[in-house]
């Protein structure tokens, strides 16, 4: 089964599935959510806990650094990942896939994949082409032999017609002897 | 553990999605240790200003590599996760799909055996088509002979005819005909003059003896 038709891989940061999302759907919501573990793995408690003496001294300023930290590194993170999009024209991408997965989904048979040896692969990439060249060669020879068989019968009639006269001429020719 | 390229993946995408998720990785883990220095930095800064504080720089260190080992402890089990998610569901393509500019594998899958006949079925056509070709050829010189042939023939037949328009003209008729009369009355005539000159003869004769 394609797209996000099979289940997600342990409490991990799978999204509940409802009915098949597109990649880029799922993309932004595995990002998310690992963004969101991540804020709260590195909570605030463990932050004021690492930064004790600190945060003893200046509860608030630890607060709002923490804060900072947190916002900063998650919009870096979006931004990083925005531009990974843009370079690699990725929704377009997906989306595309998404609708050529969802064409192919009543094929159970693995499909074709290219073997490896550019020979091999390259033939069937001929094969219509020659097709092609094959039924226009069968076309114009058809053709050609139509025109010669005419060309063949004017050619048989010409020579009757030239024994004739040789006839002819004959006959007038021993008429005044 | 076997490594599977994803080669058809990057055949889509333009790129390989390990790459691509090794360049997350690296992205996002250069923005975590940069975070992490520039919070070190400005609580440095913020204890600047507390000069009486026994809080050493050494202390801040400490700390700041105690928070940041346990982020990125947890930053990496998160990623591959994530890593595991994206690869299999988003940046893969499926056994059975297969993509539209492959679909002439699917159309014409041609053995090494089939596609030579396909070939050789080629080149025969286009030889038959050269000897037709040549044969018209040929046919059309013939073409062109006889009708300078045929000219020829049929100027000699009108002079024939031509002739006999003269004679017919003239009121001859029969050319032979004719000329067989022309024949006969010269004899006849040859046969008068030799009487004629016989019975001369005959009469000088008879003066002489007178």
Known sequence: AA?????????????????????AQVFTTVVDTFLE??????????????YRCFYKL??????????????????SIKEEIQEVKDEGNLDVLFNSLDKIVEEAKNREEPAWRPSGI???????????????????????????EEENRKVAESVLAGRDRIAELQQLIEARKHAWQ | MSVNPMAYE??????????????????FQDY??????????????????????????????????????FMKEHFDKLFSKMEEVLLQLVLNIPKNVLLPEDKVHEQYPYSKEQFQALQDEIHQL????????????????????????????????????????ICREHGTGNFKESFAFLTRNSKKLQDVLKDVEE?????KKHDQLL
């Open chain 2, 32 to 69: 975590l240790f940069e975070m992490m220095l520039v919070v070190e930095s400005v609580i440095l800064k913020k204890l600047d200003g507390f000069p009486g504080c026994k809080i050493s720089p050494f202390q801040i260190r400490k700390s700041t590599e105690k928070f940041l080992l």
């Open chain 2, 10 to 27: 990057a055949q889509f995408f333009g790129f390989t999605p390990q790459t691509c998720m090794l360049r997350i990785y690296i992205a």
């Open chain 2, 126 to 165: 286009q030889k038959q088509y050269r000897a037709e070709a040549s044969a018209g050829q040929a046919l059309r010189a013939e073409l062109e002979e006889q009708k300078a042939v045929r000219a020829e023939l049929e100027k000699i037949l009108q002079w024939f005819d031509g002739l006999e328009n």
């Open chain 1, 3 to 23: 797209g996000g038709g099979g289940p997600g891989p342990g409490p991990g940061p799978g999204p509940p599935v409802p009915a098949a999302p597109g990649r």
């Open chain 2, 199 to 203: 019975k001369s003869k005959k009469i």
């Open chain 1, 58 to 75: 200046q509860p608030e300023m630890t607060r709002s650094i923490y804060d900072q930290f947190i916002s900063q590194l998650q919009s």
């Open chain 1, 37 to 50: 573990k991540l804020a709260a793995a590195g909570s605030y408690q463990r932050f004021a806990n690492c």
């Open chain 1, 118 to 144: 550019p020979e091999e692969d390259v033939r069937s990439a001929m094969v219509p082409y020659l097709l092609k060249h094959r039924s226009y060669l069968r076309k114009v020879l058809k053709e050609k």
